[in-house]
């Protein structure tokens, strides 16, 4: 119609004009795709991603963790932010509060299960044996459904509850994160299983965690942002641990029947992830490569202005300032300058090692689908 309401007769349209409008039309499809707007973030993992879990149950991480950023303790195991910081930041949200932190938390726009020395696995060792946490994936998601449960009864109550525990769209709308598996495969290594062995509990391992990701779908949960494991093999502590012959060092010094592994580990992971996508049509599901993050850092260093990519800034002594009896703490101090190094106490990464795996990140580079954070929600 005209504007003055005339009808007009509608030209008989070419091809190449249908062709055109189509082409358009897809183009804006791309173009016009929303950011997300995640109101919340609930993340679960281990160390990589404590924000503060395993502090408040276990004793505070002590100094000089947290001084670069936090000027003191702050329930992480690096000098400053990790990547799940980041990421909230980015998100425009806060720092999320460990679910476990009983003090001045506030759970408005997510929280963190993470806990340090977490597996996906529970383990038949205690935490005083083996260093890994008694707070296991499936305990995580327990606690999830409590929180999932619990928070929206207690927030009928008003007040100050309203403003402390997330909106009911929190839950359906927010960003489920993943990053764990890296303490599955070192514990079990550690507890002098062989690489075999180890690949062998695979299967088990991702089925525990394929459950915890339904159970978090059951809940409402679709959008999902899943880290797979680092080089675990570049890490000091299991180079310290583990002794290998220099014919398994990579041209790094990496060991690589450890980053085999975690490659493995994460293959089985992808494969998994892919068969959530068809189990679960409504999950939009992303998978990052944090291995090959964190290993372009480590392997061109000097290229992105770090130094001693295997050597901790926060340690004592050995060919990677690392000593498995003496940590990161107390009379062990942090190196001049932290913001130049990428491994931190020997199993953790710097601050500026973590922001610079987010900004590789983020823009969805190191992503299968390979769409940026913002736009995680979107099935490709
Ligand atoms: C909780 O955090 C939100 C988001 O940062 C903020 O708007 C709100 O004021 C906080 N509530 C309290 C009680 O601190
Ligand atoms: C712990 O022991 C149980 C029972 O023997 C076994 O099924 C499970 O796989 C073990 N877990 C790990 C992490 O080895
Ligand atoms: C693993 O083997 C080493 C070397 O033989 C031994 O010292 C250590 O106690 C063993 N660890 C466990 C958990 O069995
Ligand atoms: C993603 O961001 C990184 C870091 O800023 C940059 O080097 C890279 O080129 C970006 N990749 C894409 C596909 O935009």
């Not at 400053?80 to 003090?103: E, K, N």
């Not at 913001?339 to 500026?352: F, L, N, P, Q, R």
Request: aromatic letters at 10%; hydrophobic letters at 35%; a neutral charge.
């Amino acid at each position: 119609m005209d504007h003055d309401g005339r009808k007009t007769p509608l030209p008989k349209p070419s091809v190449q004009f249908l062709l055109f409008i189509l082409a358009t039309q897809l183009v804006n499809a791309t173009i016009s795709t929303s950011s997300c707007d995640f109101p919340a973030v609930f993340n679960f993992g281990d160390s990589n991603s404590d924000t503060g879990g395993l502090s408040a149950a276990f004793g505070q991480a002590p100094p000089p963790n947290g001084e670069t950023f936090f000027h003191g303790p702050a329930g992480r195991y690096s000098d400053g932010r990790l990547v799940i910081d980041f990421i909230a930041q980015s998100l425009g949200l806060p720092y999320l509060s460990a679910y476990l932190d009983a003090l001045g938390s506030n759970f408005s726009h997510g929280a963190n299960f993470a806990t340090g020395g977490s597996t996906i696995r529970p383990q038949n060792t205690t935490r005083h044996q083996s260093g890994l946490s008694p707070i296991s994936l499936n305990v995580q998601s327990y606690q999830f459904n409590d929180f999932h449960l619990r928070t929206q009864t207690i927030r009928k109550a008003g007040g100050i509850f309203k403003e402390l525990l997330p909106k009911p769209e929190a839950f359906s709308r927010g960003l489920y994160t993943f990053d764990i598996g890296q303490n599955d495969l070192t514990g079990g290594l550690l507890l002098n299983l062989s690489t075999q062995q180890v690949k062998a509990s695979i299967p088990d391992i991702l089925g525990q965690f394929k459950t915890v990701v339904k159970n978090v779908h059951d809940k409402g949960g679709r959008y999902f942002w899943i880290h797979n494991v680092g080089p675990i093999g570049c890490l000091p502590y299991v180079l310290e641990h583990l002794p290998i012959t220099a014919q398994e060092m990579d041209k790094v010094g990496c060991g690589n029947p450890f980053n085999e592994l975690a490659q493995f580990f994460n293959s089985k992971l992808k494969d998994l992830v892919d068969r959530l996508r068809e189990e679960l049509p409504e999950a939009a599901i992303t998978y990052i490569d944090i291995y090959k993050a964190r290993y372009t850092l480590i392997n061109q260093a000097t290229k992105y202005g770090f130094e001693h990519p295997l050597r901790a800034c926060c340690g004592h002594g050995g060919k990677y300032n690392y000593n498995t009896q003496v940590g990161c703490g107390g009379k062990v101090k942090s190196c001049k300058d932290p913001s130049v190094m990428i491994i931190w106490d020997g199993i953790h990464y710097t601050e500026a090692a973590n922001r610079w795996v987010f900004d590789h990140i983020a823009n969805g580079s190191f992503s299968d689908p390979s769409l940026s954070l913002q736009m995680a929600c979107h099935r490709n």
